[in-house]
């Protein structure tokens, strides 16, 4: 009687129901209720180690195709002052999940290696996924641990405030590298240094930088003759910004550099200007519209004569930048524009576009552009005497231009399955040579 009982309550139950009931549902194929799933995930993340994440987080199915997933993990980063990054978090949801949305920031340290950082996502990430995996056909198996700070090992664990920093917030950088090649007919060494120090605060940003670097090149002919070439350069700049509120800030640039490419034996400029930035700089991560304007004096000192009679000058100029910056689920794209002009002779400016975009436009479909152009008539350091033939050939020398261009443009397409769970690394460090 039990029987009859529970097979005419099933006959008459929905799909749903009759899951619930325990028992099976009807012959008719329909769709698994989404909780008898895994969390399916689409993660757009540039700066992680995606195959490190996909074989430590195995709880949920990762998708190529954000129409596919119940949740889009956008994954941002800024620079800190001291160093570090800043990670930001966009949990999207979808389909199911809709506008369950969810957004958390972390921060490493300058000191973190990449296995730090990635080791420090993957728990970020899953610390994340956790709620919503709750329902989901992994939360049978899920669990969650603490460990007290008083109990950790690490000291560096515990949520107790900072000593006072010695370095009183200031970050220093130094690098360098060198580099050599030969052939028989040919040789070639060069070398780059460089030295930063900078200071970030919520008000106030400050910056030193230094920099050189040379390269000496040798040819030998086809018959015997040396061919030498030399060029090198080196720059030395600090900029001072301060906030003025959520939106606006000024600064102040002053700069040195030398350049033998550029003919310029010593260029000396001082550049105050004010920044504007249309949404608050809270978003600056996300999407950003920002106005800039510089003017100040440039003194230069040219290593030979100019094509305008000059050993040296000062030249008064001002500067109009504009950028907009978008990261957002479909993609991401830019936009700027720069114009700088000579104050004392309006007919010499330089005006410059640039403009970039990487879109998802359907499912599995991708469009990526960039395009970049320069109108020029500020070549003021060109030499009188112009280029030699191996300095044309060598690009030791700049040549006088009116524009300059480059464009570049492609797309992918992928279909088949949307899961990406599987790792497999077989082979992955092989080099086939035909």
């Known amino acids: 009687m039990r029987f009859v009982f529970t097979a005419l309550l099933v006959a008459t139950a929905s799909p749903a129901q009759a899951g619930q009931l325990g028992v099976a549902p ?6 698994a209720p989404a909780a008898a799933r895994p ?6 993340c540039w700066e992680c180690d995606t195959e490190y994440v996909q074989q430590h987080i195995v709880f949920i199915e990762y998708v190529r195709d954000r129409a596919a997933a119940d949740l889009h993990v956008l994954v941002t980063t800024q620079p800190t002052g001291g160093g570090g990054t800043a990670w930001t978090m966009h949990v999207i949801g979808l389909n199911r999940f809709h506008q369950r949305n969810l957004t958390i920031t972390y921060h490493t340290p300058q000191s973190a290696t990449s296995d730090d950082r990635r080791r420090e996502f ?19 198996d899920l669990a969650v641990s603490y460990t007290p700070p008083a109990a950790a090992g690490d000291a ?24 050599g090649s030969a052939e028989t007919a ?14 970030v605060t919520r008000s106030l940003k400050l910056n030193v930088s230094m920099s050189t670097s040379a390269t000496r090149r040798r040819f030998t002919l086809a018959d015997g003759r040396d061919v030498r070439s030399t060029s090198d350069s080196w720059n030395v700049s600090h900029t001072t910004v301060k906030s003025l509120g959520s939106r606006v800030s000024a600064g102040i640039r002053v700069a040195a550099s030398h350049s033998s490419f ?39 000192e040219y290593s030979e004569v100019t094509v305008f009679d000059k050993l040296e000058e000062m030249v008064p100029k001002q500067q109009l930048d504009v ?31 640039f403009g970039d975009a990487d879109v998802r436009l359907f499912k599995g479909f991708s469009f990526n552009m960039f395009a970049y152009y320069s109108k020029i008539r500020d070549q003021i350091s060109l030499p009188r005497q112009g280029a030699t033939p191996e300095e044309i050939l060598l690009q030791l ?25 599987i790792v497999n690394p077989r082979f992955s460090g092989t080099h086939f040579i035909f």
């Not at 969390?39 to 757009?44: A, G, N």
Request: proline share 5%.
């Open 186 to 199: 040919t040789r070639s060494l060069s070398y780059h240094g460089s030295f930063s120090a900078s200071r």
């Open 26 to 31: 009807p012959a008719v194929r329909t769709p």
């Open 323 to 353: 950028r907009l910056s978008l990261r957002q689920p479909w993609g991401s794209a830019g936009i700027s524009t720069s114009v700088s002009q000579h104050l004392h002779d309006r007919t010499r400016y330089n005006a410059s576009v």
């Open 397 to 421: 020398r700049q040549l006088q231009t009116n524009y300059s261009y480059s464009v570049g443009m492609g797309f992918s397409y992928s279909f088949g399955s949307v899961f990406t769970s």
């Open 262 to 300: 550029d003919n310029r034996d010593r260029l000396l400029a001082i550049y105050p200007g004010i920044e504007f930035n249309v949404f608050p700089y809270d978003e600056f991560e996300r999407r950003r519209l920002t106005v800039w304007y510089e003017a100040g004096p440039n003194y230069y």
């Open 122 to 140: 993957a728990r970020r990430f899953k610390l994340v996924l956790a709620g919503y995996a709750a329902d989901s056909s992994a939360a049978r």
């Open 156 to 179: 560096s664990a515990r949520r107790t405030p900072a000593a006072g920093d010695p370095w009183g917030g200031w970050l220093f950088r130094i690098g360098g590298s060198g580099n």
């Open 39 to 44: 969390l399916h995930v689409y993660l757009d």
